[in-house]
């Protein structure tokens, strides 16, 4: 049984910088590319970020290019989202999820566990 615990999100105002956190449980953490989504009131579920299982290729979404990175330390078992420039679009309940390989994926359908979301809202 894989669990992913997210952590790390809050209110900020607009311009400031969050991290959040995934712990994963498991040992073959390290076998699986890992990914960010994030869900907005009234909205569906969006890509964010992914990160392949070396931490070696990473892909984002146009909307957080630049202002957010995803990294990984495999032996702490956690997935990070580093969200600099903080706008109130990035309001949302995020995510992160544990690929079915260890590549990239930005499609919700690659993933085949997910935590139970972390909150995360920007006053402008």
């Known amino acids: 049984q894989v669990h992913l615990i997210e952590s790390g999100g809050g209110l900020v105002q607009a311009g400031a910088s969050l991290r959040l956190s995934c712990a994963a449980s498991?040992?073959?953490?390290?076998?699986?590319?890992m990914g960010w989504f994030r869900q907005a009131p009234g909205k569906a579920r969006e890509f964010v970020a992914t990160?392949?299982?070396?931490?070696?290729?990473?892909i984002y979404a146009d909307s957080v290019k630049g202002r957010f990175t995803i990294s990984r330390d495999n032996a702490k078992n956690t997935v990070y989202l580093q969200m600099n420039n903080l706008k109130p679009e990035d309001t949302a309940v995020y995510y992160c999820a544990r690929g079915g390989s260890m590549y990239t994926y930005t499609s919700s359908h690659a993933y085949h566990y997910w935590g139970q979301g972390t909150q995360v809202t920007v006053s402008s």
């Open positions: 498991g040992r073959t953490f390290t076998n699986y590319g």
């Open positions: 990160i392949d299982w070396s931490g070696g290729t990473t």
